[in-house]
């Protein structure tokens, strides 16, 4: 099993800066791939990035130039960056951990952007 936990939202005015952490726990050398989604009220989870195994890092383009993945092996843990946040970026933000034969989900924190 993978457990992840995932801290650092909050409450932030437009244009500022928050960092995402994800510790990931238990069978942490299973981890494919790890990374980043986002659900806006009422819609379905999107992804943000992911990083896998070998340290290549996939965002998605409209968020490439503010949002930023990153990896700590040694604390098994996965940074998002986030910076210049827009209230459209307001969201629950998700951890998520792909295995061979499983995924795991973090149990997501709230960003909100006041404008």
């Known amino acids: 099993q993978v457990q992840l936990l995932e801290s650092g939202g909050g409450l932030v005015q437009a244009g500022g800066s928050l960092t995402l952490s994800c510790v990931a726990s238990?069978?942490?050398?299973?981890?494919?791939?790890i990374g980043w989604y986002r659900q806006f009220l009422g819609k379905q989870r999107e992804l943000v990035a992911i990083?896998?195994?070998?340290?290549?890092?996939t965002t998605i383009d409209s968020l490439k130039d503010r949002f930023t993945i990153s990896r700590d092996n040694a604390k098994n843990t996965v940074y998002l960056q986030m910076k210049n946040l827009k209230p459209e970026d307001t969201a629950v933000y998700y951890c998520?951990?792909?295995?061979?034969?499983?995924?795991?989900w973090g149990q997501g924190t709230q960003v909100t952007v006041s404008s």
């Open positions: 998520h951990a792909r295995r061979q034969f499983a995924q795991t």
């Open positions: 238990g069978k942490t050398s299973e981890i494919d791939v």
């Open positions: 990083i896998d195994r070998g340290g290549t890092t």
